[in-house]
């Protein structure tokens, strides 16, 4: 976790104060999304349309 850490830039006094949470928020992937489809985006632009 030190070498990931240092990796990462973290210095290590900041790595020891990291609490679990902001650990693992540092670490994860970050969560995706599959990219949306022409319904999804035909439902939103009629709830929310462009009305330039």
Known sequence: MMRLAA???V???DFWR???KEWRLLVEAPAT???M???E???MAE???DDR
Do not use: H, K, N, T
Request: hydrophobic share 45%; aromatic share 10%.
């Open 11 to 13: 210095a290590p006094a």
């Open 33 to 35: 999304s599959a990219p």
């Open 18 to 20: 990291l609490s679990l």
């Open 47 to 49: 709830v929310w349309p």
């Open 41 to 43: 985006f035909e439902r």
């Open 7 to 9: 990796r990462a830039g």
């Open 37 to 39: 489809g022409r319904r």
